[in-house]
């Protein structure tokens, strides 16, 4: 009796359907003529959702879509569960057409069939649900990029009838999402506008690890090269260059949006950038400091070699014991009159010798102790930095 009853059944509703078919015309709204619109309860279920891209402004979405709506002229008088024709039936109905006014691409899911579903129940209630994947725009302020929270746009419009015609009403959970009306105004009337903007917060996990450690540790590169020593100049330079280099490599990444604006994320590169740059301006004056000094110290050995010279020279001078007098009256016995020099020598004509002072010389900053104040004052300032920016931006 069950293969019979079942059959039975199933010829009547098969009948239904034809017999609500034999008249209906799909061209025309439910209650056409009677200055009443026709009430769409949109409902969505949401999948999945993710893949949202601050670079292109979008993101992807897998949802149930339903819409409920009431169609007299498919009042049936079949009893028990609504009938459930095949989902080809929908292209034989009036149905609303809805459409996402931020879409960028969709398509429909028919693994294994067709993923639609439609219930006529016997007041005429009909019921359309599909699976749909959207990729749906949605403009984005970046100002705290990547400690931001957005509101993803998902709009739904109704393309050619007026408020007039059609009503929307908006059921869902409420959770984590806003919603309200964006009824448009045109030339040719106001249509229906329904949105839900889901709140989403940023995860840091991936900038953590690839821009925000590789940037510091590029600080912590430029900041290790005061501590080398001064006239070490190859090594300074290229901690220098290096580190400064890793922080403009990282910060015009591709993977990052550009924007007309600056960004938290672009401030964050600039002060990493500055604290580089410092090292390499910092080192510059550090090896003025070191060229100044090599010069006063050459300037002090020429000058100590001359005053030695001129003291060897003063110390070299010898008086002689006996003094010859070259006189003619004394040419027969030069021998016994030869003066004896008795008691101290005689005055000697002294050479004036400069007074040597090693503070003549005019006084150069030391490299070191510049080193020392900039291996104090860069970890503060960027310790200042980071409480300033992290309290601001989060």
Same mark, same amino acid.
């Given at each position: 009796m069950r293969p019979l009853a079942f059959f039975i059944f199933s010829s009547g509703c098969a009948s239904v359907i034809?017999?609500?078919?034999?008249?209906?015309?799909?061209?025309?709204?439910?209650? $056409?003529?009677?200055?009443? *619109?026709?009430?769409v309860s949109v409902n969505i279920f949401v999948n999945s959702f993710g893949a949202i891209s601050a670079k292109t402004m979008d993101y992807r979405i897998n949802m149930f879509l339903r819409q409920r709506w009431i169609d007299p002229r498919l009042r049936h008088n079949v009893r028990g569960d609504p009938i459930a024709p095949d989902a080809t039936y929908l292209d034989k109905l009036?149905?609303?057409?809805?459409?996402?006014?931020?879409?960028?691409?969709?398509?429909?899911?028919?693994?294994?069939?067709?993923? #639609?579903?439609?219930?006529?129940?016997?007041?005429?209630?009909?019921?359309?649900?599909?699976?749909?994947?959207?990729?749906?725009?949605?403009?984005?302020?970046?100002?705290?990029?990547?400690?931001?929270?957005?509101?993803?746009? %998902?709009?739904?419009?109704? #393309?050619?009838? #007026?408020?007039?015609?059609?009503?929307k009403d908006f059921s869902f959970d409420p959770k984590g999402i806003l919603l309200g009306q964006c009824d448009k105004n045109y030339e040719s009337g106001t249509f229906s506008c329904i949105e839900a903007r889901f709140v989403v917060t940023r995860q840091?996990? $991936?900038?953590?690890?690839?821009?925000?450690?590789?940037?510091?540790?590029?600080?912590?590169?430029?900041?290790?090269?005061?501590?080398?020593?001064?006239?070490?100049?190859? +090594?300074?330079?290229?901690?220098?260059? /290096?580190?400064?280099? %890793?922080?403009?490599?990282? +910060?015009?990444? %591709?993977?990052?949006p550009k924007v007309s604006y600056i960004k938290a994320i672009d401030v964050w590169f600039f002060a990493c950038q500055i604290l580089t740059f410092i090292c390499l301006v910092e080192y510059a004056k550090v090896n003025v400091y070191i060229r100044d000094h090599k010069f006063r110290e050459q300037q002090? !050995?020429? +000058?100590?070699?001359? $005053?030695?010279?001129?003291?060897?020279?003063? !110390?070299?001078?010898?008086? *002689? !014991?006996a003094l010859p007098i070259d006189n003619q009256l004394?040419?027969?016995?030069p021998d016994d009159w030869l003066f004896e020099i008795i008691g101290e020598e005689p005055p000697r004509k002294k050479?004036?010798?400069?007074?040597?002072? $090693?503070? !003549?010389?005019? *006084?150069?900053?030391?490299?070191?102790?510049?080193?020392?104040?900039?291996?104090?004052?860069? *970890?503060?300032?960027?310790?200042? /930095?980071?409480?300033?920016?992290?309290?601001?931006?989060?």
């Open positions: 034809d017999n609500l078919l034999r008249n209906y015309d799909k061209r025309i709204r439910p209650g $056409y003529g009677t200055n009443k *619109p026709v009430t009036w149905v609303p057409d809805l459409f996402f006014n931020n879409e960028k691409s969709s398509r429909f899911h028919d693994i294994t069939l067709k993923n #639609k579903l439609v219930r006529i129940s016997r007041a005429g209630e009909v019921v359309n649900s599909m699976r749909i994947t959207l990729v749906l725009s949605s403009p984005m302020s970046l100002t705290k990029f990547p400690m931001d929270t957005q509101l993803s746009n %998902g709009t739904r419009k109704k #393309k050619s009838n #007026k408020n007039n015609s059609l009503a840091l996990g $991936y900038y953590i690890i690839n821009i925000f450690i590789p940037t510091l540790l590029g600080v912590v590169l430029s900041y290790m090269s005061y501590w080398i020593d001064p006239r070490n100049s190859p +090594a300074r330079i290229c901690i220098g260059v /290096f580190a400064n280099l %890793g922080v403009n490599t990282v +910060a015009t990444s %591709g993977s990052l002090i !050995e020429i +000058a100590r070699k001359k $005053y030695d010279m001129l003291i060897e020279e003063e !110390e070299a001078q010898v008086w *002689p !014991e004394f040419k027969e016995d050479t004036e010798l400069p007074e040597f002072r $090693y503070d !003549e010389l005019p *006084p150069v900053p030391d490299a070191e102790w510049l080193d020392e104040k900039f291996r104090l004052w860069i *970890p503060v300032l960027f310790l200042v /930095f980071n409480i300033g920016y992290w309290s601001y931006y989060s």
